[in-house]
């Protein structure tokens, strides 16, 4: 499946490059049991042209390769789509395996480009690592092999579950340890409920041949070489999202295990370590980067955070991709909301640095809106094209299109809501319902930001955008006009995979502090203002509010079922 809006394709003419990769085996050394690149004694320091990190992103329907020179510029990229998996309705599944392959692809088609651009492999000093993060994997410890498909966050089948455990008791008190409510999203749910119904799973816990982890820890593993060197390792920003770790002591919290029943001794769970890290992430195994260090490891949404330079506490990005997800910087100490927005571990700059955490607002459905008119109602094959038709009508015709296909994340947290769309009359054209379908993430949007502004007793200035969905004008325009404040869209698109870039290069010393990169991804930014009044933002809001009051209680059973 296409990410929609995903417009930031590979450069056509690299693209056509067919060179098979040509790794100088003599630019490596060992070094306490990894390989770490020799630096050319040609090289200068403050050369950033001339100095390359690569970046691993591996989202929810694709993975990419990115490799950045030093100032924030991509030089040769790769992306490959990996199925997704619906088995039933609410499930959401992928391929462990054919998520390791694409990312092999991935490196392996953008070292061509790099090779053919005239860089030899020994340029790339060291790779980062960001990765969709509430994903849940299961494999055997013992052959590496997964025990069942990787269950992909958007993923509802847990919808039952959550509620028993909701009315188990000291449920409430979570919260004020990990940050997150329970709900669908977080992977312990996952997990127990892999631990009830999948007997292979069971089996290799009982024994304690189960190893968990979310995707940053299974690709880390198999970069590493698998059951080779059995690396089982993930940073404080993924482990956060598994409500197994606690906020203030970044490590795994025995009363949060006890409440999903999992018993440590029965099970690996990776060891927590910074996001920025010069060893603790291993080495790539194999291909053509053998041997260069992986020193960088986020979850997604953190490292688009890490991609805007939002370092400082107040600054916010928000990321339209398959859902939406907006972060703000609460500095070195957790704020718990009381709004309905999770407490997350931002990043942590190495073990001499203290966390930084952050508030933040999930919307499940965003550009995977555009997704469901183009898969499911034939609204084009393109999703430029979608844009398009949503920009041939002035507004969306009195349409507001709830898209809470799988219930509605934060700030509401309604788990029987489901997708409805209010204000249809004969006079709606399919250019009101693409429109609708926009607007519905710009809302959602809406909603989290004012809920921050009420845990943090701040606004914020303006908003820094990235993600597919971003490219869309139409689309940003509307977030500024129901914000009412600025949207920050930068030139080069690929925020989320320079964020795990900044993060390697500050492991390896290439910056030092945060003040180095003041400028980075700076230039040709371009900014969307406010072009309707406070008072007509309100209207349109309190229509969707309306929307949404209208669209709860759609699972709750009815007479007979």
Not at 55 to 67: E, M, W
Not at 315 to 329: I, R, S
Request: hydrophobic share 35%.
């Amino acid at each position: 499946m296409r990410n929609p809006f995903d417009m930031s394709e590979i450069d056509n003419a690299l693209e056509e490059q067919q060179l098979q990769p040509q790794v100088d085996i003599h630019a490596y050394q060992t070094y306490d049991g990894n390989r770490s690149l020799l630096q050319d004694e040609n090289r200068r320091p403050d050369d950033l042209k001339n100095r390359f990190i690569g970046a691993i992103d591996q989202g929810t329907t694709s993975s990419r390769f990115i490799i950045f020179d030093c100032t924030g510029v991509p030089v040769a990229k790769y992306q490959v789509e990996f199925h997704q998996i619906h088995e039933l309705p609410g499930w959401h599944e992928q391929d462990p395996l054919e998520m390791v392959d694409s990312v092999f692809t991935c490196i392996e088609e953008a070292m061509n480009t790099f090779l053919a651009l005239g860089h030899s492999a020994s340029d790339i000093e060291a790779i980062g690592i960001t990765s969709q993060r509430e994903t849940t994997l299961c494999w055997d410890w013992e052959t590496g092999e997964p025990l069942h498909n990787a269950i992909a966050w958007p993923d509802t089948r847990t919808k039952n579950l959550v509620r028993e455990l909701k009315e188990r008791p000291g449920a409430e008190d979570l919260v004020k340890l990990c940050g997150l409510p329970l709900s669908t999203y977080p992977s312990s749910v996952t997990l127990v409920w892999m631990l009830e119904n999948l007997p292979e799973v069971k089996k290799a816990y009982d024994e304690g041949r189960l190893a968990f982890g979310t995707v940053d820890t299974w690709l880390l593993y198999n970069l590493n070489g698998g059951p080779e060197s059995n690396l089982l390792v993930t940073d404080v920003s993924n482990a956060s999202r598994t409500m197994f770790m606690n906020l203030e002591t970044l490590d795994y919290d025995d009363r949060l295990l006890n409440f999903f029943g999992i018993d440590r001794n029965k099970i690996r769970l990776p060891k927590i370590i910074p996001s920025s890290d010069r060893d603790g992430f291993g080495c790539v195994h194999s291909g053509p980067l053998d041997g260069v260090p992986i020193t960088s490891c986020m979850g997604d949404q953190s490292s688009a955070l890490v991609g805007h330079c939002a370092f400082t506490p107040g600054m916010a990005k928000n990321t339209y991709g398959t859902g939406c997800f907006l972060l703000y910087n609460v500095g070195d100490k957790p704020v718990v909301s009381n709004h309905g927005l999770l407490a997350t571990v931002g990043f942590q700059m190495g073990k001499e640095r203290k966390p930084v955490y952050a508030l933040e607002g999930s919307v499940a459905v965003a550009g995977s809106g555009v997704s469901f008119l183009m898969n499911n109602l034939g609204f084009f094959r393109d999703s430029r094209k979608v844009s398009d038709l949503a920009g041939s009508v002035p507004d969306s015709g009195g349409c507001v299109f709830v898209t809470a296909f799988s219930g509605l994340f934060a700030p509401y947290w309604i788990d029987d809501a489901r997708g409805t769309i209010f204000g249809i009359t004969q006079h709606t054209q399919r250019g009101h319902i693409a429109r609708a379908t926009m607007e519905a993430a710009c809302y959602q949007t809406k909603a989290i930001l004012d809920a921050m502004e009420k845990d943090s007793g701040h606004k914020l200035a303006d908003l820094a955008v990235d993600g597919g969905m971003s490219n869309s004008d139409i689309c940003m325009q509307t977030q500024a006009d129901l914000i009412q404040m600025p949207v920050q869209r930068p030139s080069m698109h690929e925020t989320t995979a320079l964020g795990a870039a900044i993060a390697a290069g500050f492991a390896i010393d290439i910056w030092k502090d945060y003040s180095e990169l003041k400028e980075m991804d700076r230039a040709n930014r371009t900014t969307f203002t406010p072009h309707i009044s406070e008072a007509q933002s309100a209207r349109l809001y309190k229509r969707w509010t309306k929307a949404v009051d209208m669209a709860r209680g759609w699972m709750n059973p009815v007479d007979g079922e």
